[in-house]
């Protein structure tokens, strides 16, 4: 006797995934009335476009609800597995639909567009122009940086959100109206909601895995101790060579800066917790030492290096205390950012001014020739002068304006070093007359 496929055949997501706009959970900034993604739907008028966003946010669902939207044939394309082959595939069967006796245009939809290297995404570019197919492209990365100009500028860029508490809520539910989930206590549900951090995808995986250990159990509901048996350590979405990281890591820095020491620790903690490298964070934290705290304290950088050192000796969990340490002393310290500032005007400066020569008392001179050219000659040693300087000598190029790039902030040892700077510019300009 035959046994009937099991109802749960069908994994989770395709059961639930939506058949019309007004099924979407989320985006409704791009699908709602009068948003630009609902224009475009009504327009009857396909266009290619770009769908920018985190993992589970309903890219793939929207490109499919395009196609039907417009009666278009859909083809599926992933960057990650599919190649050129694939899209002369996909331009072949483009061709065979608009030319068949019923014509119908198409929808190429190309996941993870920004795997294909440049030559494939090239490959678009014609077919595109010229009508054929209206292509979609789905990225997790920041389309700027990984779609080509060419191909970017034929298409529209929309960002999606991770779907929010409430979405997640909605989509749990949904699951649980089509019978493909047992009854979720309220605790158990918060979890799950926390666990799926913005990814629908992820919360229809997992109660589809919590379903089918329920059912094997005989569980008529789940409660939040047998959820945290089953599914082990939460874990949290982290794309440690995407966006989110860069973002992150971004969001720390500006926290640092700001002298912001609990949220700091908040976006370090959320780094380690996601699988960031804590080598890598404690290169940032010696940047940011001396970007953002600079002269003001100079003991910040050597702080930020004995972490680094803390954390090479001891490793995870131990040493990421060290690097907490270092983080909130870097929050709390005055800051300055006198000496990148005077670096990068130095910089720029070298940068576009001519080659000026060395001037001759600034010269050494270890040879009797280089003496006889007068190498050195009238240099004046500043430990012999009074107070240890030279007052009115002169460092610069001849002929050349004295650019003043360091500027130090009245705040921390950077007051005291303003005022020394003050008055030796001051006997400068006295010597000079």
């Known amino acids: 006797m035959s046994r009937s496929p099991h109802p749960l055949h069908q994994p989770l997501p395709e059961r639930l995934r939506p058949k019309s706009l007004g099924e979407v959970v989320g985006q409704q900034h791009l699908l709602g009335e009068g948003m630009p993604l609902r224009i475009a739907f009504e327009s009857g008028q396909p266009h290619s476009c770009i769908l920018w966003g985190p993992p589970g946010t309903g890219k793939t669902t929207i490109a499919r609800l395009m196609a039907d939207a417009f009666d278009a044939q859909f083809i599926a ?28 245009g198409t929808i190429v939809f190309v996941d993870e567009v920004h795997r294909f ?92 895995t919590l379903a089918v250990a329920a059912r ?25 060579g995407g966006d989110q990281f860069y973002d992150s890591i971004s969001a720390l820095h500006k926290s640092v800066r700001g002298s912001d020491p609990d949220a700091a620790l908040y976006w370090l903690v959320r ?68 000496v990148y500032t005077a670096y990068s005007q130095a910089r720029a400066f070298v940068r576009h001014d001519g080659t000026r020569p060395v001037p001759l008392h600034l010269r050494n001179a270890p040879t009797k020739l280089m003496k006889s050219l007068d190498y050195g000659k009238h240099y004046r040693y500043a430990h012999d002068e009074e107070e240890g300087f030279a007052a009115g000598e002169r460092y610069f190029p001849e002929g050349m304006d004295e650019p003043r790039f360091y500027e130090p902030v009245p705040r921390g040892l950077e007051l005291k070093i303003g005022e020394k700077l003050a008055a030796l510019r001051e006997k400068n300009r006295q010597a000079r007359g």
């Open 77 to 104: 394309i992933s960057a990650v597995l599919g190649g050129v082959k694939d899209i002369r595939e996909a331009v072949e069967r483009a061709q065979a639909a608009r030319e068949g006796l019923a014509p119908q």
């Open 271 to 338: 780094m380690l917790d996601g699988g960031a490298e804590p080598r890598y964070l404690a290169r940032r934290l010696v940047r940011m030492a001396s970007e953002d705290v600079g002269l003001a304290d100079p003991r910040a950088l050597r702080l930020a290096l004995d972490a680094a050192e803390v954390y090479e000796r001891l490793g995870s969990p131990e040493g990421e205390l060290a690097l907490a340490e270092c983080v909130v002393y870097l929050a709390v310290a005055p800051k300055s950012n006198a």
């Open 117 to 208: 290297n440049k030559s494939q995404q090239d490959a678009f570019l014609p077919h595109v122009e010229s009508g054929l197919f209206t292509f979609i492209g789905a990225t997790t990365e920041n389309p700027s940086f990984e779609v080509n100009s060419a191909l970017l500028s034929r298409a529209a860029v929309y960002v999606l959100q991770p779907l929010g508490e409430a979405e997640l809520r909605e989509i749990a539910a949904r699951a649980q109206a089509v019978g493909g989930v047992p009854t979720i206590e309220p605790k158990a549900l918060d979890r799950l909601v926390a666990y799926a951090d913005g990814d629908a995808r992820r919360l229809l995986n997992t109660l589809e």
């Open 216 to 240: 094997q159990e005989e569980l008529a509901a789940i409660d939040d101790a047998w959820l945290l048996r089953v599914l082990g350590e939460r874990m949290r979405r982290y794309d440690k």
